[in-house]
């Protein structure tokens, strides 16, 4: 019973996170084909996942609905997260496909883990352990091999891509750390989905969800509609569902099939080519990845943070 609940749990991770990649080519191929701005993919997507896992929560009977805006700091810290977090990362993750391609967005999103690391260890006031900074030279030298291709006379990729890659990774790192308190107090849904939908209605400013520039068409259409529905609100659910029947160390290692799904797909569907060295340097990122993932001390850093509000 144990096992089949186990596969269960990595089949759900591995659904999650292969979405997840196939957004990012789908998203790709909206902005690069159909010529639709990421802003206002941002925006669309931003208010109807959020509004739709507010809704869903709702009819589940979910209190904490209304029960997170009753303190005062709740509010602050919701905003933070919307904004900071959640608007963040979504927008410069798309950003940096925009600029560049699906696959070397996701790759550089990636880095947040090394990000999440080097921040916990100086917040605690622990040294890295060995591991963890050959983890970071690790990550740096892959992502030097990516966008470079090994030459440092030229970039592989554009300066804005590599820009809006990095700076997802951060805001990924924020989004992984900022709401941790309001996450264990209120669950996933209910924070997730305020800071979609809050997120989008305050990026809406920026972006109106009604002025829409691109091809529409009969597949513009279902592109989109996957990226809101399959990208966004199926894939997030698989995931969390995958966490009652796996340990969170185990889903982040699985989810290293994101950047790889995201590279191949860009490759097979759009034309994008990647050489050997990027190749090599793809693969230096995903076992960084799985290295601090398998780390059960970084696991345990991780649960020290959740217990203490970083906001403060």
Not at 29 to 58: C, D, H
Not at 96 to 120: D, F, M
Not at 138 to 165: E, Q, Y
Request: charged share 10%; with cysteine.
């Amino acid at each position: 019973m144990k096992d089949s609940l186990r596969i269960k749990g990595i089949f759900l991770v591995m659904l999650g996170t292969l979405l997840w990649g196939v957004s990012g080519v789908v998203a790709q191929y909206l902005f690069q084909s159909k010529n639709f701005a990421p802003e206002w993919l941002v925006v669309i997507r931003m208010i109807f996942s959020g509004a739709i896992i507010l809704t869903f929560s709702l009819i589940k009977g979910d209190k904490s609905v209304f029960e997170i805006w009753s303190k005062k700091e709740n509010i602050i810290k919701i905003l933070i997260f919307s904004i900071l977090g959640m608007l963040g990362v979504q927008y410069s993750y798309f950003a940096a496909i925009h600029h560049g391609n699906a696959a070397t967005a996701t790759i550089l999103q990636y880095l947040s883990p090394v990000i999440i690391t080097l921040y916990l260890a100086f917040y605690n006031k622990k040294l890295p352990t060995f591991k963890q900074v050959a983890c970071v030279f690790m990550a740096i030298l892959g992502t030097f091999l990516i966008i470079t291709k090994g030459n440092l006379n030229s970039l592989a990729i554009s300066k804005p891509a590599i820009f809006w890659g990095v700076l997802s990774a951060f805001a990924c790192a924020i989004y992984t750390l900022q709401p941790s308190s309001l996450l264990k107090m209120y669950g996933s849904l209910c924070v997730v989905g305020w800071g979609m939908l809050i997120g989008g209605v305050a990026f809406s400013f920026v972006q109106s969800p009604f002025n829409c520039v691109g091809n529409w068409s009969f597949e513009s259409f279902l592109a989109i509609v996957f990226v809101v529905l399959f990208g966004t609100l199926i894939a997030f659910y698989c995931y969390l569902e995958s966490l009652k029947y796996i340990e969170p160390y185990e889903a982040s290692v699985f989810a290293c099939i994101e950047p790889l799904s995201a590279s191949i797909l860009s490759i097979v569907l759009l034309n994008v080519t990647f050489s050997l060295i990027q190749w090599i340097g793809t693969l230096c990122i995903i076992i960084t990845i799985s290295m601090l993932s398998l780390t059960k001390k970084v696991d345990s850093l991780v649960d020290k943070e959740k217990n203490e509000d970083i906001t403060n």
